[in-house]
Every structure is written in C-alpha cells, then in structure tokens.
C-alpha cells in the first residue's frame, strides 16, 4: 500500500490500520501505519510516536521511514510496542528490519528466507511468495524446463523422482502447482501443463536477494555434479587468472554474450534432459585500493 493510495483511503473515510503481512519494505510499512494513524486521529504527530516508543529525538520515525536511519535491536522492540503490534506481528516487524538492513548478500537471502517462512506472508502476497520460492529452489526452474520434454508428466511422483538430486512428492507439487500460478507453465491441447514466454518477476526490494539464492542454489548443485556425476555427463572448466581491473566490464559483457548463443543454440533441438550452465567469474584476492588503505 503506497502513501497514494493510504491518503485516498482516508478522504473516502475507509482508513485502517495496514496489514503488516502485505509488506515486504518495513519503512514503507511505517508510512502506511503513520498516515493510517494520522487519518484516525489529526493531533498525532511524530513526537507523540517518539514518546511512545521512548525515542529522545522526536523526528527518529521520520528519518527511519525516510532511510536516513536504521533501527537497531532493542528500538525494533519499542517501535512494534509504540504500533501495538502483536507477539507474531512483531516478530514479522523484526524480520523485515533484518531484510532491509542485512549487508552481506548471504545475510540478506538468509532474512529473506525467514520472511518467507511467515504463512501469513504467503497467503497474503501468495504470488510473490510464488515467484520468491521459483528463484529460492533450484528445483523450481529445473521443472519448468522439464515441461519441455514431449514425454513431460505432471505427476509429482514422476517429476520427483526425474530430478537429479531426487527430491520429495510434496516438494514436485509445491513447485508444479505455483509455476501454474505463476503463469509460467499452461495447459496445451492435451492438457499437459507447457512452459509459456511469461517470466518469473519477483518484488523489486528483495530482487537482488531472490537472484542471489538462486546462485547459491544452483552453485550448489554444481559442487554435487563434481562429485556425482560422470565427467561424460558433465563439462566444468576453471582457470585462474591475473587481469587488470579495468578488463572486468569487458570479460562480464563477453560472459553475457557466450550465455546468449548457448541458449540460443539450445533452442534450435529437442528438449530431453535439463542441465544448468553455470559461469562464475569473481575475485579471489582484494582489490589494489583494499592492499592500499
């Protein structure tokens, strides 16, 4: 819910609390709560806000909102306690606060995992909870690529045991029901559930901690097949290298390019197995500038 849309609530007279479970932005979250706050009753300001929540600076909910601060552990607490926020709504509170402030992208996917685990959450934004979980499971995409074998089965016994790792039943109906919400697989003539051309778009704030859980996903798996599968049935090459920092644009651009006419060949054959293409590029020691400082 945007600022917009709270204040036109409130001239037509319909304003209510906002429903915490449908955020992922927790300032965002706080704007919505004060201008919901502020509709119901004219005379509350940030300073009655900061009073409650036991705040010396009586602008601290507006620097918060506007991101020129952060809240540290014991103030997350009094914030919840100054909305009036119930024991599992706060604890939805806390773990927005951890997503937005997370600083190592590890840290990030790990909080957005937590948030996902709400069920509330889910049911309430089930389609980006959906898109969250395509890009959070290697299995998710894996499916999706299966459905483009002519002998495609929608049957999660079937699709469990044809991932390689195995996965669970529930795990293959999990990911087969939500592509089909996500609009990514669709029924052809014979009712087979086909890939379409949609893609999976997750929520812009935690954009960069869904693709970074897929990678970690998929690198994993990449870690397995070393160790599980026939170097006939798998290519991993690596070299490392000494390069000037000034070439690193031009290896990612020429990286993108050689992805680009893989799945461009790809798509000229028939579909019979998946398989991942993985290319990772990344340092192994500190820049010149860390060695100087």
Known sequence: MSKVTTELLAAAGCMGAPDIYTYLDYRLFLRDWFHAKKAENP??????????????SPSMLLFVMEGKRNLKPKTVGLFAAAMGLDEDATRFFT??????????PGERATALAEVMKTTRFREARSLDSDAL?????????????????????????????????AITVDQ?????????ELGLLAADDTGTPRPTDASAVTPHEVFDAAVNAYHEGMLARAQDAVRNFRQSERHILGVTTA???SLVPTIKAQLNE???????????????????????????TRSTEEDAS
């Open 243 to 245: 390069i000037p920092e």
């Open 95 to 104: 773990e927005l606060v951890n997503l937005d402030q997370a600083g190592l």
């Open 258 to 284: 050689v992805q680009r006419a893989l799945l461009s060949a790809c798509e000229e054959h028939p579909k019979e197995r998946v398989y991942q293409v993985s290319i990772a590029f990344f340092p192994l």
């Open 43 to 56: 005379r509350y300001s940030h300073r009655l806000f900061a009073r409650r929540a036991q705040q010396k």
């Open 172 to 180: 293959a109906k999990e990911a087969l029901t939500a592509l089909l």
């Open 133 to 165: 979980a395509y890009f959070s499971h290697w299995y998710f995409p894996a499916i999706h690529e299966l459905a483009h074998r002519v002998d495609f089965r929608a049957d999660p016994e079937w699709i469990a045991r044809t991932m390689c790792p």
